[in-house]
């Protein structure tokens, strides 16, 4: 199974928003409503920030969003804060396990 | 407070074995299926291995089936990945992962990781 395809890098300053990307195929994104999010800061485990293409977990600030058209799905961080500067990861369900795949990531700068 | 304490990294030669533990507390450990995901070093995350509630059924990613298994132990509420014929590809922190109840792929808490390297 192919890693979902996301852009290595996305950037904005402060207050503005960024919408990462994550592109897979019928099988997997296009297919389930089953994608989530997930943000890492260096030297840090992962943290599940959005599932089921546009659920926020308990905490998750509401600046956090999710959505999806077709095979690509997308995140969005709106009103950018310095603490949102970490990588991100997307994952989808795909069918044959229970646990599906990862995109590339991609790293969020904020300028 | 769920809680994944992940051990058992190391360094390792290649064609050596190693064993990974991940000690779980906070919730009903054998309700949850669990994940191994994996983070080469300056790389991102790979799904390695995952394993249902019950432990009857087990997944591999292709690139460790038949080198890697997955168990665990319900009545300690630790799993556990087996790591055989180990490769310097496999060089990589380990994360012990729970998987959300009934929502495929996601995975709503993970352990700190452990540091697995291969090198001789």
């Known amino acids: 199974q192919s890693a979902l395809t996301q852009p290595p890098s996305a950037s904005g300053s402060p207050g503005q928003s960024v919408t990462i990307s994550c592109t897979g195929t019928s099988s997997d994104v296009g297919g389930y409503n089953f994608v989530s999010w997930y943000q890492q800061h260096p030297g840090k485990a992962p943290k599940l920030m959005i599932y089921e293409v546009n659920k926020r977990p308990s905490g998750v600030p509401d600046r956090f969003s999710g959505s999806k058209s077709g095979n690509t799905a997308s995140l969005t961080v709106s009103g950018l804060q310095a603490e949102d500067e970490a990588d991100y990861y997307c994952?989808?369900?795909?069918?044959?396990?229970?646990?599906?795949?990862f995109g590339t990531g991609t790293e969020v700068t904020v300028l | 407070e769920v809680q994944l304490l992940d051990s058992g990294g190391g360094l390792v030669q290649p064609g050596g074995s190693l064993r990974l533990s991940c000690s779980a507390s906070?919730?009903?450990?054998?309700?949850?299926?669990m994940s191994w995901v994996r983070q080469a070093p300056g790389k991102g995350l790979e799904w390695v291995s995952g394993i249902d509630g019950p432990g009857a059924t087990t997944y591999y990613a292709d690139s460790v089936k038949g080198r890697f298994t997955i168990s665990r132990d319900n009545s300690k509420d630790t799993v556990y990945l087996q790591m055989n014929r180990l490769r310097a590809e496999d060089t990589a922190i380990y994360y012990c992962?729970?998987?959300?109840?009934?929502?495929?792929?996601?995975?709503?808490?993970w352990g700190l990781g452990t540091l697995v390297i291969v090198s001789s």
């Open positions: 992962a729970k998987k959300q109840w009934r929502v495929p792929s996601t995975l709503d808490y």
């Open positions: 906070g919730f009903t450990f054998s309700s949850h299926a």
């Open positions: 994952s989808s369900y795909a069918g044959y396990n229970d646990f599906g795949v």
